[in-house]
């Protein structure tokens, strides 16, 4: 049975575990995530996050007229550079209206990772409330949600979470 993204983002909120300047990177009680659904992405092709079972994976909800937006992606696509080897991605969730403003920017900024197509913020702020652009889950390999960040974080939170959690096999 497919999960709609408004259910799966329920499931995802309720599970996600702030983390904030914490060393731990994923609690004990963090409970796995509901990874089957889809998206779509910017060429309307569907988009399982269940594929990447396995992976650890930074899902990063934003937009392209977001300042804090534009200024974390060249630190994702660093990182993405850096970790995908070891079994990491990233996964854009885009909230634009306007795939084709998705598709420009992204090859603006050279994003080389993921770049899907969200629902709108109205159909995800029922999931997760208000939802600040940009908000970013770091998802273990095993599927639990060890952190959320909302708001503007810095690579170097990111890139600690995510070594800690590539170490964990």
Not at 47 to 74: H, M, N, Q
Not at 105 to 111: D, E, G, L, N, V
Not at 132 to 138: D, E, I, N, S
Request: proline share 7%; charged share 25%; hydrophobic share 40%.
């Amino acid at each position: 049975m497919r999960q709609t993204p408004v259910a799966v983002a329920c499931m995802m909120a309720s599970m996600a575990v702030s983390l904030g300047a914490s060393e731990q990177v994923c609690s004990a009680d963090a409970k796995p995530a509901n990874l089957n659904f889809t998206f779509k992405d910017v060429h309307g092709k569907p988009f399982a996050l269940s594929d990447y079972k396995g992976r650890v994976v930074l899902l990063d909800f934003w937009a392209t007229w977001c300042p804090p937006c534009r200024k974390e992606i060249p630190g994702f696509i660093e990182l993405y550079n850096s970790y995908r080897s070891r079994g990491f991605a990233v996964i854009g969730v885009s909230m634009d209206e306007s795939t084709s403003d998705v598709k420009r920017f992204a090859r603006k900024y050279q994003m080389n990772y993921p770049i899907l197509i969200g629902t709108g913020r109205t159909d995800l702020e029922p999931a997760f409330g208000e939802l600040p652009l940009p908000t970013a889950f770091v998802i273990a390999r095993d599927g639990r949600i060890c952190a959320k960040h909302d708001g503007l974080t810095p690579k170097e939170q990111f890139e600690k979470e995510i070594v800690s959690l590539l170490e964990v096999q």
